[in-house]
Antibody, heavy 118, light 107 residues
Framework: QVQLQESGPGLVKSSETLSLTCTVS????????WNWFRQPPGKGLEWIAY???????KYNPSLKSRVTISSDTSKNHFSLKLTSVTAADTAVYYC????????????WGQGTLVTVSS | DIQMTQSPSSLSASVGDRVTITCRAS??????LIWYQQKPGKAPKYLIY???NLPSGVPSRFSGSGSGTDFTLTISSLQPEDFATYYC?????????FGPGTKVDIK
């Protein structure tokens, strides 16, 4: 079955760029659409962005000015870049596949904690 | 953005209890409502989509109902593995948004 795995630095300095990659196995990213989420410690879930199989992207307006999502079909992975990070960007970041008909998210990666340090 | 609210924010229940969690959207989302279960340190797992559809593998004690702005998740007989936080999510329009969560713990 399809599995997702996030990877990237667990510690990023304030004002720098957070970069994460989600590697998909057991299926191709050439179908469905692919998402990033985050969850600050002890808080709720926030959708960040998606990229679909045609390369169309959509961003949460709250983060749009700082976020870029991209994909590499040859490597079957997609990526997130978040610029000018602050402590408020400290969170567990998840990637997940989106269902284009009902817009539910499944499966999810296990998540990766990114801490922004000053 | 569509705002999602949930009630209660937390509840204490015993094994075997019937539990109901409600979710309200700030505008009509038809039936584009998804429920997730999240356990500490784990990613969310979807339980219900399209307001009332159970994915394969989800126990039948979970059920969902509602349309428009008001939705309900019901666990008919709470089991030990159901103690978790439950989130609703609207899939009607971007930005996709989640409710703040309902934590179900042991009484």
């Amino acid at each position: 079955q399809v599995q997702l795995q996030e990877s990237g630095p667990g510690l990023v300095k304030s004002s720098e760029t957070l970069s994460l990659t989600c590697t998909v196995s057991g299926g191709s990213i050439s179908s469905h659409y692919w998402n990033w989420f985050r969850q600050p410690p002890g808080k709720g879930l926030e959708w960040i962005a998606y990229i679909d199989n045609s390369g169309t992207t959509k961003y949460n307006p709250s983060l749009k000015s700082r976020v870029t999502i991209s994909s590499d079909t040859s490597k079957n992975h997609f990526s997130l870049k978040l610029t000018s990070v602050t402590a408020a960007d400290t969170a567990v970041y998840y990637c997940a596949r989106g269902d284009p008909r009902n817009n539910y998210f499944d499966p999810w990666g296990q998540g990766t904690l990114v801490t922004v340090s000053s | 953005d569509i705002q999602m609210t949930q009630s209660p924010s937390s509840l204490s229940a015993s094994v075997g209890d019937r539990v109901t969690i409600t979710c309200r959207a700030s505008q009509s989302i038809s039936r584009y409502l998804i429920w997730y279960q999240q356990k500490p340190g784990k990613a969310p797992k979807y339980l219900i989509y399209g307001a009332s559809n159970l994915p394969s593998g989800v126990p039948s004690r979970f059920s969902g109902s509602g349309s428009g702005t008001d939705f309900t998740l019901t666990i008919s007989s709470l089991q030990p593995e159901d103690f978790a936080t439950y989130y609703c999510q609207q899939g009607y329009s971007t930005p996709f948004t989640f409710g703040p969560g309902t934590k179900v713990d042991i009484k």
